[in-house]
């Protein structure tokens, strides 16, 4: 079968880096997103990976290993506001998305 | 900006009730999404539409049923109404590629459904 694994709950302080991590296992892989998700309100888009490496964008920064069936999200500086779920996704070979449960990110002044 | 609109943020239906969800978007989007979300697992997808009038079921479709007659439009209902479907639901929409070209979802901000 088809599976997503991340922590289900993280908690880091104010300022700080964190790193939530993704295994998955697919039929097929073509790219894994990045979500982020506040309480009671919609999945935003964070980031896309389909090659391996590392792709950053501000405070946010996003690695893939298609090898290992692995991702993470980094956080760096973390502010009040970053609080949220984040959830990964993975696109199979049917190019539809498979998604992880998610994981509470809870920052701590 | 993408905007994909929800008919109602909160909805209290009873047992044996047909249910309708609203999603409309209007970004021209050939691709739409049902989705349900509950806590401790993934979005879970219905249904989803890549055409007027085209659906396809996806990983739990039993209780559902989907109408797109406008692009821009996609329902979601629910023929009767069960304890078991008290979930948010997520409509979500994004433009047709294949392969691992770059097209992420854009969601609507979900309807709470309680079913009593």
């Known amino acids: 079968g088809q599976n997503i694994d991340q922590p289900t709950e993280m908690t880091a302080t104010e300022g700080a880096i964190v790193q939530i991590n993704c295994t998955y296992q697919?039929?097929?892989?073509?790219?894994l997103f990045w979500y982020q998700q506040h309480a009671g309100e919609a999945p935003t888009f964070l980031s896309y990976?389909?090659l391996d490496g590392l792709e950053e964008k501000g405070r946010f920064s996003s690695f893939l290993s298609r090898s290992k069936g692995y991702s993470y999200l980094l956080l760096k500086e973390l502010q009040m506001k970053d609080s949220a779920s984040y959830l990964c996704a993975v696109k199979d070979s049917n190019y539809q998305l498979i998604w992880g449960a998610g994981t509470k990110l809870i920052i701590k002044p | 900006d993408v905007k994909v609109t929800q008919s109602s943020r909160y909805l209290v239906k009873r047992t044996g009730e047909k249910v309708f969800l609203e999603c409309v978007q209007d970004m021209d989007h050939e691709n739409m999404f049902w989705y349900r979300q509950d806590p401790g697992l993934g979005l879970r997808l219905i249904y989803f539409s890549y055409d007027v009038k085209m659906k396809e079921k996806g990983d739990i479709p039993e209780g559902y049923s989907v109408s797109r007659e406008k692009k821009e439009r996609f329902s979601l209902i629910l023929e009767s109404a069960s304890t078991n479907q008290t979930s948010m639901y997520l409509c979500?929409?994004?433009?047709?590629?294949?392969?691992?070209?770059?097209?992420?979802?854009?969601f609507g901000p979900g309807t709470r459904l309680t079913v009593l």
């Open positions: 979500a929409s994004g433009i047709l590629t294949s392969g691992s070209s770059y097209n992420e979802q854009f």
């Open positions: 990976n389909v």
């Open positions: 697919t039929s097929g892989f073509n790219g």
